[in-house]
């Protein structure tokens, strides 16, 4: 759901100065000073605001005041934290390169010259820069705006100082395959998406501050040397929240940034176990067949999953009845051999041989696009349209015809797949077709919202809200915190992480290398705000299961997979000519060879062992946004200068492993032929050695002690490298 704010007139007041704002009761929390700023430049205006815990939130425009009504992710008010519902509302007003300061919490934001700076408040009272907008002798002014004369909207550009050994993490999920970075310190990040890259406008830094750009514009952002640029291609409003905690505690900053974003609803207890798809089943048989050999092998299956051109037509939103002649039939047929669910694939392209096109044509529930034909794209040789998701009647269309096929035939779960917004899912193009290498311009997708360049990053957002709000109608349960069903979808935005709905890394390649990268990818997500995330097990494309190296790449990334959020395994081979796309590719688990099969089974019933450990980490999630898939800098920065000093160089030693929770450490193995691996143990905390935490190897049961150092351990096939703090038994119980 979106919120929006009615603009309200302001009084003037003399500027301020900090005064103590405590309440009752909350002697320990600064409460705000003031309920705003507002610096009027000459044309330009800039609202600061207190908004959540220890936050701020800025907006700039130019010529006009904000509407109030403008796209945003920001909860109003927040689920935690003083703020919200407050419109433009201020109790300052400031002139050119006027002076004032305000106060929220830990956050003082000071307006010098017109200049904005932000501080943290130390316990003594004292405050530390965290940043500030960036200014030299000479520079282009820190907030810069160019206006085409042809729209109120313009391209902005913001600048912020920035140190230059400053660690910046997060701005979503970088694309397969080659970057393998956590510190995005010198990088340029593209505001753009396609598959498998979801970048977001979201960074925390190593001195102590997250800062969001709340902005669905496509644009870039410039990890620079000594300044963080952020441009957004088309705007109205440049709006930004930044919050602070103390230098280390990322739990704090996301618990902060998730109150004023929303929070991951718990998921159903099945969607924690094994989830098995491909590319693809491709009738009603292969499924029945599918569920028979599960249950006749005796392997835990927890969803199954029907992936693309089931329909008939892009479009349809139903099954081919050629192919799946009783989906009811064949839905509860599989819940009584295995006890999964089944989830189903749809893609927002339309052609026009649909059913569903001429309706959503004339209801103008399809996007447009800037020369007014529409066509997006191409696929399987027609060319095709977007269903406009970002309109409310396409969503509600939308699903009315996802219950109508699927969802009242007992699917439940939806796969939002190629919705990445502008194009049909990629960089470029043609999609499907042999010639994407020509340079067209991406189309100049327009819908309901507006531009793609102005509200493009946000397009799969709303086919999230679409099932979303589909699972609330039709149950009218709350499903704010607790989730009977869900989502996978290949992109999304800020604020995605509020839905019934989980983010998987795209279509990856099957390489050793690839299986590491992805560590990268879903802690820099994480540290994004969006926890609920997995991938391809084996990668997307390019494995053969008829190699050794293609098996034993395949049961690695497997035993990577158990101790990510959630384990899911999908492929793409070669094809079979009876009907687009169709292939009989094999990868589930018996498809490895029979000593492998012995392997995979084991790691997949540790799964199941593991559900009542993942089952908390998502309830602590949902209660305070802790992260679950933790780069090693969340728990061991301050304890371990190795850690933060491999973090600050993307060292693979300190980036190729992570933390599932508080508890478990994982180092996948990324190399063909190896059985054994070093592993770097972190320096534990002083508080956790109080606790008398050491880590133990997971296998053996070795005592490895408090830390800082490498160790060689065993890395059979079957035993991943991983060591745990505490209680095993505590760790399975999920009762830490």
Not at 1 to 10: G, N, T
Not at 203 to 222: A, D, T, V, W
Not at 459 to 471: D, V
Not at 665 to 680: F, H, I, N, R, W
Request: glycine residues 8%; contains cysteine.
């Amino acid at each position: 759901m979106l919120f929006k704010w009615p603009s309200r007139p302001a009084a003037a007041t003399a500027a301020l100065v900090i005064a103590s704002a405590t309440t009752p009761g909350a002697s320990e929390y600064f409460q705000p000073n003031s309920t705003g700023i507002k610096l009027q430049n000459g044309y330009e205006r800039v609202y600061i605001q207190p908004f959540g815990n220890n936050g701020m939130r800025v907006r700039a425009s130019i010529m006009r005041d904000p509407t109030g009504n403008e796209w945003s992710a920001l909860l109003d008010p927040p689920l935690e934290g003083p703020g919200g519902n407050n419109g433009l509302n201020h109790d300052i007003t400031i002139s050119y390169q006027g002076n004032a300061t305000i106060r929220n919490g830990n956050i003082v934001v000071s307006v010098n010259l017109g200049i904005l700076s932000f501080f943290h408040v130390e316990p003594n009272g004292s405050t530390t820069l965290l940043t500030k907008e960036y200014t030299d002798t000479k520079a282009i002014a820190p907030r810069f705006y160019a206006q085409d004369f042809r729209s109120s909207s313009f391209r902005s550009q913001f600048d912020f100082a920035s140190d230059p050994n400053e660690q910046f993490f997060g701005a979503g999920q970088q694309a397969c395959c080659l970057d393998h970075s956590v510190n995005k310190k010198g990088q340029v990040v593209d505001l753009i998406n396609f598959n498998s890259h979801v970048t977001l406008p979201v960074y925390m830094s190593n001195k102590g501050y997250l800062q969001y750009f709340n902005m669905p514009s496509e644009g870039r952002i410039e990890f620079g040397t000594f300044r963080t640029r952020h441009v957004a291609s088309e705007a109205t409003v440049v709006d930004y929240y930044i919050t602070t905690a103390s230098p280390g505690d990322y739990d704090a900053l996301q618990e902060q940034f998730t109150a004023v974003t929303g929070r991951q609803p718990t998921p159903p207890d099945f969607i924690l176990g094994y989830q098995q798809s491909k590319l693809r089943y491709f009738n009603q048989t292969q499924i029945l067949d599918l569920a028979q050999r599960f249950h006749d092998e005796q392997v835990n299956v927890s969803l199954i999953v029907v992936d693309f051109f089931a329909w008939k037509f892009q479009g349809d939103w139903s099954f081919n009845p050629d192919f799946w002649p009783d989906p009811a039939g064949m839905a509860a047929t599989v819940k009584e051999l295995t006890g999964a669910e089944m989830m189903v694939s749809l893609w927002p392209s339309m052609e026009d041989l649909s059913v569903n096109y001429l309706p959503t044509q004339e209801q103008g529930l399809l996007a447009t696009t800037r020369d007014g034909t529409g066509i997006s794209d191409s696929f399987a040789g027609v060319y095709t349209r977007l269903i406009d998701s970002t309109n409310p009647a396409a969503r509600e269309f939308l699903w009315k015809r996802l219950n109508d096929s699927y969802y009242s035939a007992g699917i439940h779960n939806f796969w939002i797949d190629q919705a990445d917004g502008g194009t049909l899912g990629e960089a470029f193009e043609n999609n499907g077709q042999a010639i994407t290498q020509i340079p067209y311009a991406r189309a100049f997708s327009q819908y309901f919202i507006g531009t793609q360049e102005g509200a493009g990053k946000m397009y799969p957002w709303f086919h999230q809200q679409a099932i979303n709000e589909g699972f609330a109608n039709l149950t009218g349960k709350d499903i704010s915190t607790q989730c009977d069903h869900m989502s996978l979808t290949r992109s999304t935005f800020v604020g995605g992480q509020r839905f019934c709905s989980y983010l998987w890394s795209g279509d990856t390649e099957s390489r050793f290398d690839v299986l590491l990268q992805q560590i990268t990818v879903g802690v820099s997500v994480a540290a994004s705000g969006i926890s609920s995330w997995t991938l391809d097990i084996g990668g997307f494309e390019g494995l053969n299961v008829d190699t050794d190296e293609g098996r034993e790449l395949f049961v690695r990334w497997l035993s990577m997979g158990v101790f990510l959020p959630y384990v899911n395994r999908s492929c793409s081979l070669l094809p079979d000519p009876r009907q687009s796309f169709a292939n009989t590719c094999p990868n589930e688990p018996w498809s490895y060879g029979e000593a492998n099969f012995v392997i995979i089974k084991k790691y997949i019933a540790l799964r199941y062992q593991l559900k009542p450990y993942v089952k908390m980490l998502f309830e602590m999630l949902q209660r305070t946004g802790k992260t679950i898939m933790r780069p090693l800098y969340y728990d061991f920065s301050l304890s371990d200068p190795f850690v933060a000093d491999g973090t600050q160089a993307n060292d693979p030693t300190i980036v190729h492993q992570f933390m599932m929770g508080p508890r478990i450490l994982v180092a996948p193995v990324g190399e063909v032929g190896v059985t054994s691996k070093q592993v770097y143990l972190p320096i534990l905390s002083d508080s956790a050695k109080g606790q008398g935490l050491t880590w133990t190897h997971w296998w053996t049961e070795k005592d490895f002690g408090t830390g800082g150092k490498l160790v060689t351990v065993d890395a059979p096939l079957d035993e991943i490298p991983v060591f745990y703090l505490g209680s095993k038994n505590d760790i399975l119980s999920g009762s830490l």
